[in-house]
């Protein structure tokens, strides 16, 4: 062996080279690419992003509360205490992810000054501006932001936002809504491939959205960022299925600590992720995991109730 | 291709711009017949346990003993070092390349950053991105480096390196568009193939 430097140098900001570029789309969306074929998991205390962590988890997301219990305890669901963030960064490995009020361009300071690794500007924290989003290129951290289709990812995208998400209805178990989005996306995505130079014009009216986003996904045929799922996944069969839908990767929310053996219960998902399209290993990890979360039908559920509704 | 979590895709695209025909690896099965493999980058401890559960580690660990030409980048690089600092408790690695890894070396994704570095197979410089990337803290005498960090205050530190039929890289060529390194890949495993003779 050569001789190890005796002052190696330690990580933190500004250790990369003079001419080096921090921050720019490609580093942002290439840190989801390397997210790809993951489960991402909320945890609220680093106890359970430990658990995350060892089951496999390619990254954690740091919140005061899960889904299901802002849901059930309703108030004004907010950023999480940054001593409990800091708590998480330091127990685990992986990178940590954190959720902000939509629009709250503050609690996003915070997180980046954090070293959180991803910002979610999040529809299940409760809303802190009305009619805007947070101006995500103003900020070296990337963002994941929610979408229900096309049109509302794309505007997301225009924001700055280097992940999407499937909005789902977070916190209720129930897969339906997450579905619905999924479906709705790459619907809309396929239907774009479809269109004439004149049509799209037309389109990118109907969607809201600009111009140059429509016709370059109508091009490609696929968002250029990572389409992650997310919202009501609870068991390793919801997770397969949202995969064999289109996702390229998955989040939990109540899903795993909701549960009675969260353990598990994480690494069951895990590696249905992985083996989505064999129904025999999906089979072999469902078996034995105990009590899933126990679910809300979101038909039931009072409008001013859907998180999904929130963010436009 | 190892495809159990990470930039599958990514790597597939610049293989087969190349003209190499890659397929995924999955199962111990998908092993039989490939001339080379690529680690991609993604989560290290993830793909790492994966490989465990699904019996891939043992018959990649034999492979790589077997002089089969394999490429990591990033998390690939972290699985084929026979050291990891920084890294969690028993983490699961394939081995082989001689040389001491640091993972998360740069710092977090705020840290993460893209830059030109020097390629010494080539003597020309390539784009790079770095994501939240390991470097290398020390190599054995049989590694050749291929690239280093120049300025800064990881000025020198090891960014790739290849050893016999190993080569890893700290950054992502497949997020860049540009082939180089993945040339320089195919080409080991041109080389290696034509000395085992057909199959």
């Known amino acids: 062996m050569s001789s190890l430097p005796s002052d190696p140098p330690r990580a933190g900001s500004g250790i990369a080279a003079g001419d080096a570029a921090i921050g720019t789309a490609r580093v942002k969306r290439g840190m989801a690419e390397m997210l790809k074929g993951g489960v991402i998991m909320d945890v609220v205390t680093p106890e359970q992003a430990q658990i995350a962590e060892d089951a496999g988890a390619v990254a954690v997301m740091a919140l005061e509360r899960v889904p299901a219990d802002i849901r059930a305890q309703g108030g004004v669901a907010r950023m999480s205490d940054p001593d409990m963030i800091q708590g998480i960064i330091e127990r685990v490995s992986i990178p940590v992810m954190a959720k902000a009020r939509i629009g709250h361009f503050v609690e996003a300071q915070v997180l980046q000054a954090l070293g959180v690794d991803y910002v979610d500007e999040s529809e299940v924290l409760s809303p802190a501006d009305e009619a805007h989003h947070i101006d995500k290129w103003q900020f070296t951290v990337p963002f994941v932001c929610g979408a229900t289709n096309l049109g509302e990812a794309l505007r997301r995208l225009a924001e700055g936002a280097a992940m999407i998400r499937s909005k789902g209805e977070a916190g209720t178990g129930n ?84 549960s009675g053996d969260p353990a598990k219960r994480a690494r069951a998902i895990v590696e249905a992720t992985t083996m989505y399209d064999d129904p025999g290993v999906v089979a072999k990890v469902s078996r034995g995991l105990g009590e899933a979360m126990v679910g809300i039908n979101v038909a039931e559920l009072p409008p001013e109730q859907r998180l999904a509704d929130r963010g436009w | 291709m ?59 660990q034999r492979a790589v003993a077997r002089g089969m030409p394999v490429y990591g980048a990033c998390a690939g690089m972290i699985l084929l070092a026979d050291t990891i600092l ?62 280093r960090i120049e300025g800064g205050r990881a000025d020198g530190m090891i960014v790739a390196v290849r050893q016999g039929a190993l080569l890893a890289t700290s950054f992502h060529p497949e997020l860049t568009g540009d082939l180089r390194v993945h040339e320089h890949f195919v080409a080991m495993v041109k080389a290696g193939a034509d000395r085992r003779g057909p199959r």
């Open chain 1, 175 to 258: 897969v339906v809504e997450a579905t619905r989005h999924m479906r709705a996306i790459r619907g809309d995505l396929r239907r774009l491939t479809t269109l004439d130079a004149t049509e799209l014009f037309a389109a990118a009216k109907e969607l809201r959205a600009p111009y140059e986003l429509v016709a370059e996904v109508a091009r490609s045929g696929k968002l250029p960022v990572v389409l992650f799922t997310a919202g009501g996944i609870a068991t390793p069969a919801d997770a397969a299925m949202m995969m064999q839908l289109g996702a390229e990767g998955v989040f939990v929310g109540s899903g795993i600590f909701k």
């Open chain 2, 2 to 60: 190892l495809a159990l979590q990470g930039d599958v895709r990514e790597h597939l695209r610049a293989l087969a711009a190349l003209g190499a025909s890659p397929v995924t690896v999955r199962r111990p099965d998908d092993l039989a017949g490939l001339d080379g493999l690529v680690l991609p980058g993604g989560e290290s401890t993830t793909i790492g346990k994966l490989a465990v559960t699904f019996g891939v580690l043992e018959p990649l």
């Open chain 2, 86 to 147: 920084d890294g969690v408790p028993d983490q699961p690695r394939i081995g082989g390349l001689d040389v001491v890894v640091r993972r998360n070396a740069f710092g977090r994704q705020v840290d993460s950053f893209e830059a030109a570095v020097a390629w010494a197979a080539s003597g020309d410089r390539v784009p790079a991105v770095f994501i939240r990337a390991p470097w290398v803290e020390s190599a054995g005498s049989t590694v050749s480096v291929l690239a």
